[in-house]
Nanobody, 122 residues
């Protein structure tokens, strides 16, 4: 069983930056692919980014490519999402997820956090 706890969300202005963190329980963190998804009001959950087990490979959604950076610290059991040049359309609840498959599809992830709210005002 893996428990994931996100933090770092908040209210910011357009153009600002935020860094989200996701702390994972358990001793097998380094064996899991980690990902971030988001869900805006009235919309389906969408893929943001994922990172492979050793951090050597990443995938980004086109909407965040060049602005967001995913990283992980296996010693600290934590994955991060650095979000730069934030836009109002980035407003959503951001979820951390872990799984065994390196994929952008939610079905590939077995464990999910509770989410952290990010609100970007114009």
């Amino acid at each position: 069983q893996v428990q994931l706890v996100e933090s770092g969300g908040g209210l910011v202005q357009s153009g600002d930056s935020l860094r989200l963190s996701c702390a994972a329980s358990g001793r097998s963190f380094s064996m899991y692919v980690m990902a971030w998804f988001r869900q805006a009001p009235g919309k389906e959950r969408e893929f943001v980014s994922c990172i492979n087990v050793n951090g050597g490979s990443t995938i980004y959604a086109d909407s965040v490519k060049g602005r967001f950076i995913i990283s992980r610290d296996n010693a600290a059991n934590t994955v991060y999402l650095q979000m730069n040049s934030l836009k109002p359309e980035d407003t959503a609840i951001y979820y951390c997820a872990s799984g065994r498959i390196y994929t952008r599809f939610p079905s590939g992830y077995n464990y999910w956090g509770q989410g952290t709210q990010v609100t970007v005002s114009s």
